[in-house]
């Protein structure tokens, strides 16, 4: 597997966040987002480090933060990802994985099922016609689905999404500003307008704790 970073901080969005985690970071993404602000972890170039699933494991158990959050890049696309997460649920550790929305989750649902924070890829993105729309049928409360915005047309399309495919009876709904992109007021007035019961505005701890570029938070 390769690994380019491993780190312990708080969770920074999600469900858990400002929660303590342990974070591993996989080289490799299929998408190119227009924001994204890990680009330099999906660059072919990227150094990493090769690691087993049972290497990753034995690290976990050393540092002792129960909560591990599998992101990247794309996590799901690592081969042996499967089986570091039935390894790490084993040893009871609850398993997040941060997927941006275009890989099938279900062969990931088999075993023990980590809970998933997904991305939905708005207009602003770049890339929202590699979205996976079968995976909202997968999706319980445990899960996440995430909508990174960057303009009023970005909600306009979370709105739409989010009602087509009822997912706030069925997951947790969150928005989240482009960092620097959109002034969160406008997301909060865009929900008031809309009366969006259910949805939750998260901003991005760790950008306010640390530099923004910051790797490694």
Request: glycine share 8%; hydrophobic share 35%.
């Amino acid at each position: 597997m390769r690994v380019v970073e491993k780190f312990v901080s708080i969770n920074g969005e999600g469900q858990r966040a400002g929660e303590l985690a342990l974070f591993i970071r996989f080289q490799g993404c299929n998408l190119s987002c227009t924001y994204c602000d890990t680009a330099w972890a999906n660059e072919a170039d990227c150094p990493y480090e090769e690691e087993s699933p049972q290497e990753i494991v034995d690290y976990a158990c050393r540092e002792g933060v129960t909560d591990i959050t599998l992101t990247g890049g794309e996590p799901l696309l690592q081969e042996g990802i499967d089986e570091l997460i039935d390894l790490l649920s084993k040893h009871g550790f609850h398993v997040e994985i941060e997927t941006n929305g275009a890989v099938s989750l279900l062969p990931f649902c088999q075993k023990r099922r980590p809970s998933f924070t997904m991305d939905y890829k708005l207009p602003g993105s770049g890339c929202e016609k590699a979205m996976m729309t079968g995976n909202f049928a997968i999706l319980t409360e445990k899960d996440t689905v995430k909508f990174v915005v960057s303009s009023t047309e970005d909600l306009q399309k979370a709105e739409e999404i989010a009602t087509r495919y009822d997912l706030v009876n069925h997951c947790a709904v969150y928005i989240s500003p482009v960092f620097g992109s959109i002034d969160p007021a406008q997301m909060v007035d865009f929900m008031k307008q809309r009366r969006l019961n259910g949805w939750r505005l998260q901003l991005q701890l760790h950008k306010f704790i640390w530099d923004p570029e910051k790797r490694g938070v």
